[in-house]
């Protein structure tokens, strides 16, 4: 950790409470939500998912983790928990606007995270110049 610049150690301790953070959000959550178990559920997923996308990014950019496999697995994994959470949102009955509304949520920010862990992994560049 000596050897990181300012800006990267910010990204490396804003890493670990971003973690913390979406881990008290966990527990809230299923708290709150204990009611209906589908949008308890949902709810966990699309905080994993929103908390996998920031630690791994904000690790990514503190030059502290540059694993790609890892990156292009950890995409795929958060891919899988944003469509989840959709069905698991769409399941829970909370009426047809909310519905609609978590549809074009989990397609837009669960595609920008799936995509922007690709593009950090750097998977599809390597495949393509090798």
């Given at each position: 950790m000596k050897?990181?610049?300012?800006?990267?150690?910010?990204?490396?301790?804003?890493?670990?409470?971003?973690?913390?953070?979406?881990?008290?959000?966990l527990i809230l959550y299923a708290v709150a939500l204990r009611h209906n178990g589908l949008l308890a559920f949902a709810t966990v997923c699309d905080a994993i998912f929103m908390g996998i996308t920031g630690c791994f990014a904000l690790l990514y950019l503190s030059k502290w983790f540059r694993h790609s496999l890892v990156l292009f697995i950890m995409a795929w994994v958060v891919a899988g928990l944003a469509l989840l959470a959709l069905i698991l949102s769409a399941a829970?009955?909370?009426?047809?606007?909310?519905?609609?509304?978590?549809?074009?949520?989990?397609?837009?920010?669960?595609?920008?995270?799936?995509l922007l862990l690709l593009h950090l992994s750097d998977w599809f560049t390597k495949a393509k110049s090798g």
């Open positions: 050897d990181m610049s300012l800006w990267e150690k910010i990204y490396f301790i804003s890493a670990w409470v971003v973690a913390g953070c979406l881990g008290l959000a829970a009955g909370q009426g047809g606007t909310y519905t609609v509304g978590t549809l074009f949520w989990h397609i837009g920010f669960g595609g920008f995270c799936t």
